[in-house]
């Protein structure tokens, strides 16, 4: 099964750097079968680490990593069709990069779920997250790219999935709230993982706040506030000698 799972993920992996390539030279046909079969695989690869892990598989970064081609391709088909925005590129790279990084963690196939885990809050408050933080990883190309090209296309682009993004990272803070009470008896308790989330959460409000403010104001907000996702999702879980009651996520 874990090889499976391994070249599962190989194949999602190049399946999403097809996709980019095809978005990039304007290849609209490929670019959507590449999309349509990545999803498709990281379906089966979500079935397969449930079987392994024999528990929900949003234990470990592994996991959650692998879970992210399953929101892009959604919010990619949305984005598109809804907004009349075509990010399928930014899309891809992102699922990419999720993948390579999914690569890159241990199996840590015998991972349960730990009595705090074992809520119902579970479910909707990674998958939230994990929404949020796929979206803002787009804005975040949006908003490098908009640097390149010298116009102001990419930076609405950016605006419109940020704007996406942030009822879910709304919803992942306030369900977050709500479980720890359940398992802690405490809404909040100033743990490191916490206080990220919540610096993120606060840098967007800003930037929403500022949506009259220059252009050069706006890109750098973007860029901070995913700098923070970046902080919240990695630096905190991986950094060693860091003490969180969100360790079980290592």
Same mark, same amino acid.
């Given at each position: 099964?874990? !090889?499976?799972?391994?070249? +599962?993920?190989?194949?999602?992996?190049?399946?999403?750097?097809?996709?980019?390539?095809?978005?990039?030279?304007?290849?609209?046909?490929?670019?959507?079968?590449?999309?349509?079969?990545?999803?498709?695989?990281?379906?089966?690869?979500?079935?397969?680490? @449930?079987? +392994?892990?024999?528990?929900?598989?949003?234990?470990?970064?592994?996991? !959650?990593?692998?879970?992210?081609?399953?929101?892009?391709?959604?919010?990619?088909?949305?984005?598109?069709?809804?907004?009349?925005?075509?990010?399928?590129?930014?899309?891809?790279?992102?699922?990419?990069?999720?993948?390579?990084?999914?690569?890159?963690?241990?199996?840590?196939?015998?991972?349960?779920?730990?009595?705090?885990?074992?809520?119902? #809050?579970?479910?909707?408050?990674?998958?939230?997250?994990?929404?949020?933080?796929?979206?803002?990883?787009?804005?975040?190309?949006?908003?490098?790219?908009?640097?390149?090209?010298?116009?102001?296309?990419?930076?609405?682009?950016?605006?419109?999935?940020?704007?996406?993004?942030?009822?879910?990272?709304?919803?992942?803070? #306030?369900?977050?709230?709500?479980?720890?009470?359940?398992? #802690?008896?405490?809404? @909040?308790? #100033?743990?490191?993982?916490?206080?990220?989330?919540?610096?993120?959460?606060?840098?967007?409000?800003? *930037?929403?706040?500022?949506?009259?403010?220059?252009?050069?104001?706006?890109?750098?907000?973007?860029?901070?506030?995913?700098?923070?996702? +970046?902080?919240?999702?990695?630096?905190?879980?991986?950094?060693?000698?860091?003490?969180?009651?969100?360790? *079980?996520?290592?």
């Amino acid at each position: 099964m874990t !090889v499976f799972i391994i070249l +599962l993920t190989l194949f999602i992996l190049l399946l999403s750097v097809v996709c980019w390539l095809a978005s990039v030279f304007r290849r609209s046909q490929a670019a959507r079968t590449a999309e349509v079969a990545a999803f498709g695989s990281a379906v089966a690869l979500f079935i397969a680490n @449930w079987c +392994l892990a024999e528990s929900l598989p949003f234990g470990n970064m592994r996991h !959650v990593l692998c879970f992210f081609p399953l929101v892009l391709a959604p919010a990619s088909l949305y984005m598109r069709h809804c907004r009349g925005v075509e990010l399928t590129a930014s899309f891809a790279a992102v699922g990419a990069f999720a993948m390579l990084g999914a690569l890159c963690m241990p199996m840590q196939a015998a991972w349960r779920q730990m009595p705090a885990l074992q809520s119902p #809050w579970f479910a909707p408050h990674v998958t939230s997250y994990v929404v949020a933080y796929g979206l803002l990883a787009v804005s975040a190309a949006q908003a490098l790219l908009s640097f390149r090209k010298g116009s102001c296309d990419s930076l609405r682009a950016a605006d419109e999935v940020a704007r996406l993004a942030f009822p879910f990272l709304t919803f992942g803070l #306030w369900s977050g709230a709500l479980w720890a009470d359940a398992a #802690w008896a405490r809404y @909040w308790a #100033w743990d490191i993982k916490e206080v990220w989330a919540l610096i993120t959460w606060c840098v967007y409000l800003i *930037y929403f706040h500022l949506c009259g403010a220059s252009v050069t104001v706006r890109r750098v907000l973007i860029l901070v506030g995913f700098a923070a996702v +970046l902080i919240t999702f990695f630096v905190v879980n991986l950094l060693p000698n860091i003490v969180s009651v969100h360790s *079980y996520a290592q």
